[in-house]
């Protein structure tokens, strides 16, 4: 056969490839008016804050990680949004605040399919970026009117709308909770370093009590200004004093004079080194000097230490006492669940074109299938004939 007898045999069964073409195009189109319409409604979330670095707070409580190379351009917190919203608690709080057991007709004995329902309508993913979209799909039933398609599509929308007020619902929760441990925690911490600074006082108070050291710095620095300015009155009064003692015309009595308040400068220098002395001096020997100094900055260090972790754990507490108590919205969302306008599936257009060319096909092939069979056919018969008459010609010879 060749191309000519190809077209003759569609030449020749064209009414049968017309009428099976129109007649399956006519049973689409009917089915694609009556077929159930599905509407999806689409919301579009903010990429979440990423969680911070290491923290005091993270180090207090053990959650630094270090560095982790894997969650570089990552936004951990979008995939668990994702994880929640396509949740089983979450689906089973939508069943609770849309009283959908009754929507469903199911029993509360059988809530698991109601849950599964909806589970099995919403889709939420996230991309690079951290940008979250969910979205929810909901059938009509067959011949459906404009009536229970416009209420479907609403349907659609607060399934959207409620799922995200849960998941922000959930989240605060979660904030909530891990603020609540960690102000208990921090407050305990509190506790404890308040006591430490406390000891940290009292050992510093009971230091400057015993070796009477008010402000040790400032105590040594007046002494060694005392100790040089008697010095040098003492070298100025030796010097008048030998210059005096040279002169042979000086007064006895004001070379005794000089003797005598040599002497008391001496004696005042000799109370201010050993510490005895209660004006302008240190009030501490001056060869326990070095302890001392190496004690007091010790108690001084340990002090500061302590009230410095006391106010950092006293910040700490406050901010977590904050986020405790806030109810901030911590759900950005970019575009809220809108209702739909038209299903998103069946597209019709798409399904007549394609069950058209298919129909197409499917009726060419089949009408060469069925003349290959009718050939077949009548070469059986003709060969049946043939066979028939020779027969009958041999037996009448």
Known sequence: MDLRDYFAVLLRY??????????????????????????????????????????????????????????????????????????????????????????????????????????????????KQGVISVAYSEKTSFLSDKTEQQEVAVF???????????????????????????????????????????SAQRAMQLFQEQNKAIALDKQLDAALSSVIETQAMIQKAKLELVRAESDLNSDQRTVQSLRSQLALLQRQQQNVETGKSDVDALGIPFKNVPALARQYATLKLNLEVSTQVYMLLEAQYNQEQIQEARELPTVAVLDWAATPFRPSAPRKTIIVSVSGILLVVCSVLGVYLYDGLQRGIYSKQQQIAINRQQIDVGSNE
């Open 14 to 127: 064209r009414s049968l490839l017309l009428t099976i073409i129109i007649t399956g195009l006519v049973v689409v189109v009917v089915y694609s008016f009556i077929m159930p319409k599905t509407f999806t409604a689409e919301a579009v979330l903010l990429p979440p804050e990423k969680s911070e670095g290491m923290s005091l707070n993270n180090l207090l409580l053990g959650g630094g990680s270090g560095f982790d190379l894997k969650s570089l351009g990552q936004n951990s917190s979008a995939e668990v949004f994702v994880k929640i919203l396509t949740s089983r608690s979450l689906a089973d709080s939508l069943v609770t605040r849309l009283n959908l057991l009754q929507r469903y007709d199911v029993d509360s004995t059988n809530r698991s399919l109601a849950i599964e329902q909806v589970m099995g309508g919403i889709e939420a993913e996230s991309d």
């Open 156 to 198: 659609t929308a607060a399934i959207v709308n409620n799922a995200i007020d849960i998941l922000d619902k959930l989240n605060q929760q979660k904030s909530v909770t891990r603020a609540r441990r960690s102000r208990i925690f921090l407050e305990k911490m509190k506790e404890e370093k308040r006591k430490e600074m406390d």
